[in-house]
């Protein structure tokens, strides 16, 4: 079974350079590496490449290749297929002109290009598991052309520059070595890059193409210019029928291949299809927009390196800027593992964030490669007990819970004796409080310079739900153990007699009390996990208010806005460079992770399962535009919703996912709850 290829767009989107370069395909290899560009094969952000790879593993990643721009030679014209934006606004050549239609089959990234009877299509992937991209070729000359010639010409641009960063003017060229059908590209003291071709490459001076227009970057307020630098040129004969190509490696030449290297990726998305009737039959039986999101995860998780040199697993938590994120590994890993059939990755996942635990915490951004872990996060480690609760309710794996239950235990005990940032219970209520000056540590953590621009130091809302949901699930995970777990469930009681104090006059709940200046009244989407989470401190009356709140002034097609439109602050367009968009980050934008808690939440109130999945509905839509096959980060707050931010987040894609896992699992009688799966009586691990 093979997932319907529901993303395809035709010669409207793919002719028209704005809607063609407005959607972007991204593919990850499971290791770190990525590849990634737009429908209208354009260079737009500094990110878009053939190769961008960890040239320091984990996360050391470099942009290697950049592209393979091949032109049509038949009947002595030479028709490029590719297109370029240049920093005086010229758009030449067009390519994206003979572009019939675009699709992803699988995950794989699919042009077909028809002029007149002659059908040409292109394909990019990675190999799983293996720095290496490949793109291939095949065609259909046509009826009465079988026997006209027909080839390709590829030209090879690299580079070698941090993903981050636009390539220096002064940057040293590579020695270029081609023997055949193979090609290696040496970096001055850093890294080398092979190729290998299904023809044979000719070496040239190497020449800088410059003044490449990045027009995403300059609407971020960062460098908009760029240069690749052109190699090697193959010629590559186009037999009807027959896939021919290229391959590019980080430190290798890959196999002369190009047929088993695209049958061996379509293998591997086929395993991951084949996996679902057995290990997620919720999956199976979904719409076909879930099915996308679900194959999508295999873009984000991602094998980490541990210090001690064994492997561990992770996840990136989006494309094209960010790494591995603790919070954000964590409030995604039940849609990415356990509703995707995955419980033993997602236990990898869990030992591997225990071997970073210190002092009951777990580090924000994880580190790269000698970098220490920043620790600037009060939720995740609240986060990380909650994953094992739910791990622990899928596979009733009581041996691997054994394992962890010390870890689980600090984080309680630390919280509550007191912590780094001020984190530690206030005796006088039993509620969480948290905060220095110029720290954030919540998911609300833009800063400009030194100013925090949520800083919301005191007692959190979601901090506290979390708190007692962490309480609550240590309870259970304890006398799972076979261990006492009254003392946590008796903490978890006062927890919820405290939350009174939360209660908003005009209903719903304060985002902090006890804050520098008294508590705050604004209008927040984070109040909804009080009502989300499986343990809530909230009576049925409260929920409801806190449904009903969160729906009149946050709730949109795409998520939860971060700010009410009534309140002072509030930014309904999120646009502008880094200062003004830092600014507007949590002050208005809708966040695509929190629509999955708010359709848990509606149902918890209302008991119909079928209206709170109605509420993901929009984000199948939402595939066809940004990031195909993928959920954007962020959105405005203002209609219509433009996506913004990272075009493929995997929170937002998991939440998503895990909402409709556990309310699907209701409606089809496999569960009585969201969260009350059935428990094997079987050890794992």
Not at 440 to 451: E, N, P, S, V, Y
């Amino acid at each position: 079974m093979r997932p319907a290829a529901d993303i395809r767009l035709g010669r409207a989107i793919c002719g028209d350079l704005a809607q063609a370069e407005r959607r972007e395909w991204w593919l990850g290899n499971g290791r770190g590496a990525y590849a990634a560009g737009t429908v209208a094969a354009t260079l737009t952000r500094r990110y878009h490449g053939l190769l961008i790879a960890p040239v320091e593993p984990p996360l050391g990643r470099r942009l290697l290749a950049t592209r393979a721009e091949a032109t049509l030679l038949v009947d002595g014209d030479a028709i490029p297929l590719f297109t370029n934006r240049w920093a005086d606004g010229a758009v030449d050549p067009e390519g994206h002109r003979w572009l019939e239609s675009f699709h992803l089959d699988g995950r794989m990234p699919v042009w077909r290009y028809a002029l007149g009877s002659l059908v040409l299509e292109c394909r990019i992937w990675l190999m799983p598991g293996e720095d290496t991209a490949r793109m291939a070729w095949r065609a259909d000359p046509g009826p009465g052309r079988e026997k006209t010639p027909l080839q390709l010409r590829v030209a090879l641009l690299v580079n070698d520059r941090d993903h981050h960063q636009s390539t220096p003017s002064d940057a040293p060229e590579p020695a270029v070595h081609a023997a055949g059908g193979e090609l290696r590209v040496e970096h001055p003291g850093h890294t080398w890059m092979g190729a290998v071709a299904d023809g044979v490459w000719q070496t040239v001076t190497p020449q800088w193409i410059e003044a490449f227009d990045l027009p995403l970057e300059r609407e971020r307020g960062l460098p908009d210019r760029d240069r690749h630098l052109h190699v090697a040129s193959v010629v590559l004969p186009l037999e009807p029928g027959r896939w021919t190509g290229l391959g590019v490696a980080r430190e290798a030449v890959p196999e002369a291949d190009t047929g088993g290297a695209l049958d061996a990726f379509r293998a591997a998305d086929d395993g991951e299809v084949a996996h679902w009737p057995r290990a997620a039959p919720e999956i199976v039986t979904a719409p076909a927009w879930i099915r996308r999101l679900a194959l999508a995860t295999r873009d984000y998780r991602f094998a980490r390196p541990l210090p001690d040199g064994s492997e561990g697993a992770s996840v990136i938590a989006g494309y094209p800027w960010f790494g591995d994120w603790g919070r954000d590994t964590l409030i995604a890993l039940p849609g990415l593992t356990l509703a995707t059939g995955h419980p033993d990755e997602a236990r990898r996942i869990l030992e591997t964030f225990g071997c970073f635990l210190d002092r009951g915490m777990l580090p924000n951004v994880f580190p790269g490669a000698g970098d220490r872990p920043e620790y600037n996060t009060a939720d995740a480690a609240l986060w990380y007990v909650h994953a094992w609760w739910c791990y622990w309710r899928e596979t009733g794996d009581f041996r691997a819970v054994a394992r962890a239950l010390p870890g689980l235990a600090s984080i309680i005990d630390h919280y509550t004796a007191g912590t780094r940032f001020g984190i530690g219970v206030d005796p006088a209520d039993g509620l969480l409080r948290a905060g220095e000056p110029g720290i954030q540590l919540t998911w609300m953590d833009a800063r400009i310079g030194d100013r925090v621009i949520t800083p919301r130091t005191g007692k959190p809302v979601e901090l506290n739900a979390l708190w007692h949901n962490a309480l609550a699930a240590m309870a259970e995970l304890a006398e799972a153990a076979g261990q006492e777990g009254e003392d946590y469930q008796h903490h978890a009681g006062n927890v919820a007699g405290a939350f009174v104090r939360f209660d908003r006059p005009r209903g719903g709940l304060l985002d902090v009390v006890d804050g520098p200046n008294g508590d705050e009244p604004a209008v927040r989407p984070n109040q909804i996990l009080a009502v989300s989470l499986p343990f809530s401190p909230l009576d049925p009356r409260a929920q409801a208010r806190v449904v009903a709140e969160t729906g009149r002034h946050l709730l949109t097609s795409s998520g939860l806005r971060s700010l009410a439109p009534c309140e002072a602050g509030y930014r309904g367009r999120y646009r502008g460079g880094v200062e003004e968009r830092d600014g507007a980050y949590h002050q208005g934008p809708v966040w695509g992770w929190l629509l999955g808690p708010w359709a848990l939440a509606e149902y918890r109130i209302t008991g119909d399962a079928d209206a709170a999945r109605a509420r993901l509905l929009p984000v199948g839509d939402h595939l066809t535009d940004a990031g195909l096959g993928h959920v954007s980060e962020i959105f405005d707050g203002d209609p219509p919703h433009t996506p913004r931010g990272a075009p493929a987040q995997a929170w937002s894609a998991a939440c998503v996912l895990e909402a409709w896992w556990r309310l699907e699992r209701v409606t089809s009688g496999r569960a009585p709850g969201p969260y009350q799966s059935p428990v094997p009586n079987h050890e794992g691990g």
